[in-house]
């Protein structure tokens, strides 16, 4: 396996849990940066995807929660 590949594959898994899991992404990138294993600036495309899925997580929650209103109402 060529070294480009094996990074492709990490990077995708990365996204993944991102998608999955937000907020231990954030947790793992913030344990990163203090124990300095990975520079921060590698970090940061991987927090914003974090954060971009945090938003639409939060966004999801919220149309559910409208529309169960919705439903309970009518």
Known sequence: ???DLY???????VVD??????VLVKE??????MTGE????????LDRIA??????????AQRSASALARQTRG
């Open 38 to 45: 990975i520079e921060s600036d590698d970090l940061v495309y």
């Open 51 to 60: 954060d971009r899925w945090i938003a639409i997580s939060k966004a999801n």
């Open 28 to 33: 793992v990138i913030a344990r990163l940066r």
């Open 17 to 22: 849990l991102a998608r999955s899991d937000p």
């Open 7 to 13: 990074r492709r594959r990490i990077a995708a898994t």
């Open 1 to 3: 396996m060529t070294v």
